[in-house]
């Protein structure tokens, strides 16, 4: 059984940058894509962007300016960067698996991340 | 305000069917594969489709989707106290080369 695992600072000040990251068990970590999605507190869900075990990345275009994603194959890990926070970034910030067809088939829980003014 | 267009909320009564639209265009829907989630509250989005049609296993027939254009329909027969949940579609965007997600839509078994 697959398991993500998200960890890093849930708190930030604005401008500060956001560095959260995925661990993943079980399952085969490499020939997958591996994304981020967020969730700001009572609203729908946004891509961030994903990871190709091999490094080849694709982001969300309205966040591509800010956000890196990096890999980590012998640390089954995928890491997120989002710099220049502001309070619209407040959300959930979730890891998942992308299993074909762009669909997202395992999630980790999630992790609140919150930006104060 | 999301390209992909869900009603916000439906209801239903305990037993009965529901539907759940998602509305986009030719560079999404249409054309990509649309998957289906489940949300509780506190709680990570679960797969519920895949594939415009396809179940993961585990999940029950209760649960079917379909789509016709630029349009997919979410249905969930034998509504169940346990089925209130948010649903949101998703479908990669050719245009935007994006992966999108619908607004999701809250479901209430009256």
């Known amino acids: 059984q697959v398991q993500l695992q998200e960890s890093g600072p849930g708190l930030l000040k604005a401008s500060e940058t956001l560095s959260l990251t995925c661990s993943v068990s079980?399952?085969?970590?490499?020939?997958?894509?591996w994304g981020w999605i967020r969730q700001p507190p009572g609203k729908g869900l946004e891509w961030i962007g994903y990871?190709?075990?091999?490094?080849?990345?694709k982001y969300n275009p309205s966040l591509k300016s800010r956000v890196s994603l990096s890999i980590d194959a012998s640390k089954n890990q995928i890491s997120l960067r989002l710099d220049s926070v502001t309070a619209a970034d407040t959300a959930i910030y979730y890891c998942?698996?992308?299993?074909?067809?762009?669909?997202?088939?395992?999630w980790g829980q999630g992790t609140l991340v919150t930006v104060s003014s | 305000q999301s390209v992909l267009t869900q009603p916000p909320s439906v209801s239903a009564a305990p037993g009965q069917k529901v539907t759940i639209s998602c509305s986009g265009s030719?560079?999404?829907?249409?054309?990509?594969?649309v998957s289906w989630y489940q949300q509780f509250p506190g709680t990570a989005p679960k797969l519920l489709i895949y594939?415009?049609?396809a179940r993961p296993t585990g999940i029950p027939d209760r649960f079917s989707a379909s789509k016709s254009g630029t349009s997919a329909t979410l249905g969930i027969t034998g509504l169940q106290t346990g089925d209130e949940a948010d649903y949101y579609c998703?479908?990669?965007?050719?245009?935007?080369?994006?992966?999108?997600f619908g607004g999701g839509t809250k479901l209430t078994v009256l």
């Open positions: 998942a698996r992308e299993g074909g067809g762009y669909r997202f088939d395992y």
């Open positions: 079980g399952g085969s970590f490499t020939r997958y894509y």
């Open positions: 990871i190709f075990d091999g490094g080849h990345t």
């Open positions: 030719s560079s999404n829907i249409e054309s990509n594969y």
């Open positions: 594939d415009n049609v």
């Open positions: 998703g479908v990669f965007d050719t245009l935007s080369y994006s992966v999108l």
